[in-house]
C-alpha cells in the first residue's frame, strides 16, 4: 500500500532563509516521488519528480528534494524564500498503474 | 496552448440541482482524474478514467457520474447537490507508461458552491 506523511500543517520562514518541508512516504513498490505546489486561487503546479534516477531531484524556482530510501523521505529544500514561494505544497507518492496518492499538504508562509 | 482545462471556473447553484463541469486535455494523456479539494485544501481523488475506462472509483455517492466520451474529456455530473459538495474540483491527466508512473497535468479547478 502507499502513503505520504507531511510532517508540517505549516511552516513559516522569513524572506531570504532556508525552507525545509517534510514529507514521509510508505511504499510496497519501487515509489515515484513528486512535490506540486499550489499558489492561491491555482491549480496545483509540479516542482519536480523522483522516477529512480538520481536521488537529488533538482525542480524549477530553485527548490530541490533528496530521496532517501533508508528513511523513506522525500523532503523539499530550497537556499532562500522567496516572497512568491507562499502557497500550499503536497507532497505525492506514486506506483504503477498510475494511481496517486497525496500527502495532506504543507502551507508555506514567507514572512518580509 | 496544450493544456487541461475546465469549465465553469466557477459554479453558484442551489441545493437540490443538478450540474455538470467539463474537462478537457489537449496532451494526448490515456488517463484522467476529479479530484476534490475540501476547504482544509485536502485533496481526495474521485475518479480516474484511462482510455475512456473507468479504473478507480473511490467512495463517492452515486450522485457523481464521471463520463468519458472520449480519451480527451471526462465530464462530471453531480445530481441533488448538498451543501457539503462545496470545494473545488479538479480535473487532472497524466499519461500511462508501462512500468512508471509518470505526472500529473492539472486543469485550474472548478470553486463549487452550493447554497
Known amino acids: 500500500a502507499q502513503s505520504v506523511t507531511q510532517l508540517d500543517s505549516h511552516v513559516s520562514v522569513s524572506e531570504g532563509t532556508p525552507v525545509l518541508l517534510r514529507c514521509n512516504y510508505s511504499?510496497?513498490?519501487?515509489?515515484?516521488l513528486f512535490w506540486y505546489v499550489q499558489h492561491p486561487n491555482k491549480g496545483l503546479q509540479l516542482l519536480l519528480k523522483?522516477?529512480?534516477?538520481?536521488?537529488l531531484v533538482k525542480g524549477i524556482n530553485g527548490f530541490e528534494a533528496e530521496f532517501k530510501k533508508s528513511e523513506t523521505s522525500f523532503h523539499l529544500t530550497k537556499p532562500s524564500a522567496h516572497m512568491s514561494d507562499a502557497a500550499e505544497y503536497f507532497c505525492?507518492?506514486?506506483?504503477?498503474?498510475?494511481?496517486?496518492?497525496f500527502g495532506t499538504g504543507t502551507s508555506l508562509t514567507v514572512i518580509p | 496552448d496544450t493544456a487541461v482545462s475546465q469549465t465553469p471556473k466557477y459554479l453558484v447553484t442551489q441545493m437540490g440541482n443538478d450540474k455538470s463541469i467539463k474537462c478537457e486535455q489537449n496532451l494526448g494523456h490515456d488517463t484522467m482524474y476529479w479530484y476534490k479539494q475540501d476547504s482544509k485544501k485536502f485533496l481526495k481523488i474521485m475518479f480516474s478514467?484511462?482510455?475512456?475506462?473507468?479504473?478507480i472509483n473511490e467512495t463517492v455517492p452515486n450522485r457523481f457520474s464521471p463520463k468519458s466520451p472520449d480519451k480527451a474529456h471526462l465530464n462530471l455530473h453531480i445530481n441533488s447537490l448538498e451543501l457539503g459538495d462545496s470545494a473545488v474540483y479538479f480535473c487532472a491527466s497524466s499519461p500511462l507508461i508501462p512500468g512508471l508512473a509518470d505526472e500529473q497535468f492539472f486543469g485550474p479547478g472548478t470553486r463549487l458552491t452550493v447554497l
Open positions: 505525492v507518492v506514486s506506483a504503477v498503474g498510475n494511481q496517486f496518492y
Open positions: 511504499s510496497s513498490y519501487s515509489p515515484s
Open positions: 523522483y522516477t529512480s534516477a538520481a536521488t
Open positions: 478514467y484511462n482510455n475512456k475506462e473507468l479504473i
